[in-house]
């Protein structure tokens, strides 16, 4: 069993659980990438390496989510572009730089968000290069 699969196992509330499936069939689809668990709470697919003007470097996730206790983030990097054509159409959500948070799954159009993710990952390679997972 991966820790991603010990990860969705062990969430307490059972339609969360199925929610957070459903999303990671979602993100696997559209990357074609299997996830992997980054440190012990988000999944994320595929990777890029970045170094900054300022010489600050690291690794970070190409795009995933996360399950916190009320909600998703869904993670859209490195968050430079307007995607605000997709989010008008992507339903009830809040917006942070590099993330979206929703509720629950009934509130977004799951095409949608399939096309956010897309739209994120053709964004982060015009910058870095994407490694997958």
């Known amino acids: ?66 399950v916190q206790a009320s909600k998703f983030s869904i993670y859209i990097m490195p968050g430079y572009a307007n995607f605000g054509s997709i989010m008008n159409r992507l339903g009830k959500h809040k917006m942070a730089k590099s993330c979206c948070y929703i509720n629950k799954l009934e509130d977004i159009d799951l095409d949608v968000l399939a096309e956010l993710i897309r739209a994120g990952l053709d964004d982060l390679g015009k910058r870095w290069p994407i490694t997958p997972t």
């Open 1 to 66: 069993m991966t820790d991603v699969e010990k990860y969705l196992i062990n969430i307490p509330k059972d339609k969360q659980r199925a929610q957070a499936r459903q999303l990671d069939g979602l993100f696997r689809r559209v990357t074609v990438w299997e996830p992997r668990l980054i440190s012990n709470r988000m999944i994320g697919y595929g990777s890029y390496d970045y170094t900054y003007e300022s010489g600050r470097s690291g690794t970070a996730l190409a795009t995933g989510f996360s």
